[in-house]
């Protein structure tokens, strides 16, 4: 399967300023990667499809102009999140489409605390 | 967003038993995913599943697509302390996005 990483592994903000969180696929090409955010003890939420080159199409209550993502290259996407708030703490993870149909291949994650 | 409803929600075992959970939907689903994730890290793939009434095995896991399409299932056989952590099952309408059932915790009781 895909090989993903993130970076940072974990941050620690102050709240009102924004966070950037990269996504790398290692191994795969990939023109399409997604964002996902998991609370404490819960399942994993899609946020939003990052599509290189073009925007991001963000699922239904994700606030766009919050969560920005950028893929600039089919390697990296990025996630900022802007004006951060204690709310916004989360694990957030991203992954890539897998060779084999309908799977995805997720990054470690990335630990936000918003303080 | 749509969520999977697993069952059991948590599992306290043995090590050496044997462990089943299941994972059921109102909708039909072209793709069923199981997936483990240890704490702090993300989910890894371990099976996947194409077609109504598909039994795939990986090693001592074995995972079921039933046969509405609305339910898979997962069983682990004589679990060892490395299968600690939680199970999410994942489907997949045909479009790319997956959808994530709520997860089931396995412990391993010493």
């Known amino acids: 399967g895909a090989v993903v990483s993130q970076h940072p592994s974990w941050v620690i903000c102050k709240s009102g300023t924004s966070v950037k969180i990269e996504c790398r696929s290692l191994?795969?090409?990939?023109?399409?990667m997604f964002w996902y955010r998991q609370f404490p003890k819960q399942s994993l939420m899609l946020m939003a499809t990052s599509n290189e080159g073009s925007k991001a199409t963000y699922e239904q209550g994700v606030e766009k102009d919050k969560f920005l993502i950028n893929h600039a290259s089919l390697t990296l996407s990025t996630l900022t999140v802007t004006s951060a708030h204690p709310e916004d703490s989360s694990f957030y993870i991203c992954s890539v489409p897998g060779t084999s149909p309908d799977t995805q291949y997720f990054g470690p994650g990335t630990r936000l605390t918003v303080l | 967003g749509q969520q999977l409803n697993q069952s059991p929600q948590s599992m306290f075992i043995q090590e050496g038993e044997d462990v089943s959970m299941n994972c059921t939907s109102s909708s039909i689903f072209n793709t069923w995913l199981w997936y483990k994730q240890d704490p702090g890290e993300g989910p890894v793939l371990l099976i996947a599943?194409?077609?109504?009434?598909e039994l795939t095995s990986n090693g001592r896991l074995t995972a079921q697509f039933g046969i509405t399409r609305k339910d898979s299932f997962l069983n682990i056989s004589a679990s060892i302390p490395s299968d600690v952590g939680i199970y999410f099952c994942?489907?997949?309408?045909?479009?790319?996005?997956?959808?994530f059932g709520t997860g089931t915790r396995l412990t391993i009781i010493p």
């Open positions: 191994d795969f090409q990939a023109t399409t």
């Open positions: 599943l194409y077609k109504a009434g």
């Open positions: 994942a489907g997949n309408f045909g479009n790319e996005k997956l959808t």
